[in-house]
């Protein structure tokens, strides 16, 4: 992995607006939310004469398929942090700032919450498994919230590439951009000709490093300087696309199955999504600005990865009282997507979401500290990021343990050591943007 300079230059038709786009922060906390609205519905609880039974919700559902276009929001969340990235870059370059910089703050900003999460949840499992917890429930925790830290993986690998990305977009933005949809759509069709379902997961780089790409053009002013028709004629054309993928059965029509391993198809939802975003920006901005969009949106962008973080374990211990509640009262859980079931789900996502963002009031100071001096290596921030990268993906493929979580801690607190300057002390710490 190369970490390399961008060359500084100014973008083209670049719309001047604030130091923060107050509207694009207002859709990024809603996308946010999506995320932890789509995984609590997903949660399922069941109690059987063998003990509880943790399932999906959504296996085998007729609902999860429309729901997933609302729901499906990670092509946005990419496109927004392509937009972000791009901008915080060139602004740590006005300050005098280098790729290193960039990448390290971005290290640091993404894995010290997860740091703190990964221990609780190992500290938790290990008081479980003290208590006698059977191991295959121990086993189906650690897997559920494993599942989620792909998110982090691509988006800090993502991330850590932004300045060569950079680099490439300011040569040959459309060239850079074609090359990484190619790819995607050519690891699908050779997942479909071998029928190897693991070469898709090839689409873990293309799909998401394609769709921060597509941000890069909305972060130009590229895409708003297009006329109205056809940034809306895109959007329409893409949807037909679409559409036309799941009428042929190219893709499934259920988002979410697009999602693991990651499809083209991704690609043309953030095209839908991009054209969305632009054609609305100036009401999302006007939006944004009053009282309680404005709240929400200063409640979430600080703790953004702590939310994300914490809200699969808020499930996992919700779950589990659930299920340690009917079975010592007595009380028949509703079969899962019965009426009663549906009928419990307002309380049960509002639930969701007030204990998450508790416990991410109560964490998010690790996420908002400023980074350290960097490294002056770039070798040593390579090796960082390296690192990171296989402790989080041991939790994502292994799921997570006691063992694998020791594991994951003793490979990503190095990597932050190494991504910061051997005596930092001395020297000014990097703002987080």
Same mark, same amino acid.
């Given at each position: 992995?190369? /970490?390399?300079?961008?060359?500084?230059?100014?973008?083209?038709?670049?719309?001047?607006?604030?130091?923060?786009?107050?509207?694009?922060?207002?859709?990024?906390?809603?996308?946010?939310?999506?995320? =932890?609205?789509?995984?609590?519905?997903?949660?399922? %609880?069941?109690?059987?004469?063998?003990?509880?039974?943790?399932?999906?919700?959504?296996?085998?559902?007729?609902?999860?398929?429309?729901?997933?276009? &609302?729901?499906?929001?990670?092509?946005?969340?990419?496109?927004?942090?392509?937009?972000?990235?791009?901008?915080?870059?060139?602004?740590?370059?006005?300050?005098?700032?280098?790729?290193?910089?960039?990448?390290?703050?971005?290290?640091?900003?993404?894995?010290?919450?997860?740091?703190?999460?990964?221990?609780?949840?190992?500290?938790?499992?290990?008081?479980?498994?003290?208590?006698?917890? #059977?191991?295959?429930?121990?086993?189906?925790?650690?897997?559920?919230?494993?599942?989620? $830290?792909?998110?982090?993986?691509?988006?800090?690998?993502?991330?850590?590439?932004? #300045?060569?990305?950079?680099?490439?977009?300011?040569?040959?933005?459309?060239?850079?951009?074609? +090359?990484?949809?190619?790819?995607? %759509?050519? &690891?699908?069709?050779?997942?479909? /000709?071998?029928?190897?379902?693991?070469?898709?997961?090839?689409?873990?780089?293309?799909?998401?490093?394609?769709?921060?790409? +597509?941000?890069?053009?909305?972060?130009?002013?590229?895409?708003?300087?297009?006329?109205?028709?056809?940034?809306?004629?895109?959007?329409?054309?893409?949807?037909?696309?679409?559409?036309?993928?799941?009428?042929?059965?190219?893709?499934?029509?259920?988002?979410?199955?697009? /999602?693991?391993?990651?499809?083209?198809?991704?690609? $043309? %939802?953030? %095209?839908?999504?991009?054209?969305?975003?632009? +054609?609305?920006?100036?009401?999302?901005?006007?939006?944004?600005?009053?009282?309680?969009?404005?709240?929400?949106?200063?409640?979430?962008?600080?703790?953004?990865?702590?939310?994300?973080?914490?809200?699969?374990?808020?499930?996992?211990?919700?779950?589990?009282?659930?299920?340690?509640?009917?079975?010592?009262?007595? =009380?028949?859980?509703?079969?899962?997507?019965?009426?009663?079931?549906?009928?419990?789900?307002?309380?049960?996502?509002?639930?969701?979401?007030?204990?998450?963002?508790?416990?991410?009031?109560?964490?998010?100071?690790?996420?908002?500290?400023?980074? #350290?001096?960097?490294?002056?290596?770039?070798?040593?921030?390579?090796?960082?990021?390296?690192?990171?990268?296989?402790?989080?993906?041991?939790?994502?493929?292994?799921?997570?343990?006691?063992?694998?979580?020791?594991?994951?801690?003793?490979? &990503?607190?190095?990597?932050?050591?190494?991504?910061?300057?051997?005596?930092?002390?001395?020297?000014?710490?990097?703002?987080?943007?």
């Amino acid at each position: 992995m190369t /970490i390399a300079p961008a060359p500084f230059t100014a973008a083209p038709s670049q719309p001047p607006r604030g130091l923060r786009d107050t509207g694009i922060d207002f859709v990024r906390a809603l996308c946010v939310i999506g995320v =932890v609205l789509l995984h609590a519905i997903m949660v399922g %609880v069941t109690v059987t004469d063998a003990g509880p039974v943790f399932a999906n919700a959504s296996e085998g559902s007729a609902w999860i398929a429309p729901l997933s276009w &609302v729901l499906q929001v990670m092509p946005l969340f990419f496109v927004i942090g392509g937009f972000s990235g791009l901008i915080a870059y060139r602004r740590m370059r006005e300050r005098g700032g280098s790729a290193r910089s960039f990448v390290a703050a971005r290290l640091h900003r993404l894995l010290r919450p997860a740091v703190i999460t990964i221990g609780v949840v190992a500290l938790a499992l290990a008081v479980l498994t003290v208590l006698g917890t #059977p191991a295959d429930l121990l086993a189906i925790a650690g897997f559920r919230y494993g599942q989620p $830290l792909w998110f982090l993986a691509v988006f800090l690998m993502c991330q850590a590439l932004l #300045p060569a990305l950079a680099s490439a977009h300011e040569r040959a933005p459309l060239l850079t951009i074609g +090359l990484l949809t190619a790819a995607a %759509v050519a &690891v699908d069709g050779l997942r479909a /000709i071998s029928g190897v379902d693991a070469v898709g997961f090839l689409n873990l780089a293309f799909v998401w490093m394609a769709l921060q790409q +597509l941000g890069f053009f909305l972060a130009d002013g590229r895409i708003d300087a297009l006329s109205r028709r056809t940034r809306a004629a895109a959007g329409a054309v893409a949807l037909g696309v679409l559409i036309l993928t799941f009428a042929t059965g190219t893709y499934s029509p259920d988002l979410i199955a697009n /999602i693991n391993p990651p499809t083209a198809a991704l690609l $043309l %939802v953030g %095209v839908v999504h991009t054209s969305a975003l632009s +054609l609305t920006r100036d009401r999302l901005e006007q939006i944004s600005r009053r009282p309680v969009a404005a709240a929400f949106t200063a409640f979430v962008t600080p703790r953004t990865m702590s939310i994300y973080l914490w809200h699969m374990p808020v499930l996992l211990v919700m779950a589990g009282v659930t299920a340690v509640f009917a079975m010592l009262s007595g =009380v028949e859980l509703p079969p899962l997507g019965s009426m009663d079931w549906w009928a419990a789900r307002p309380l049960w996502l509002a639930l969701a979401l007030s204990l998450t963002a508790l416990v991410a009031v109560s964490t998010s100071r690790f996420e908002s500290l400023p980074a #350290p001096a960097c490294s002056a290596s770039s070798t040593r921030i390579t090796a960082a990021v390296f690192l990171a990268l296989v402790g989080i993906l041991l939790l994502l493929v292994l799921g997570t343990s006691v063992a694998t979580a020791a594991i994951a801690l003793a490979l &990503v607190i190095p990597a932050l050591r190494l991504a910061q300057a051997r005596s930092s002390s001395s020297t000014p710490r990097t703002a987080v943007v």
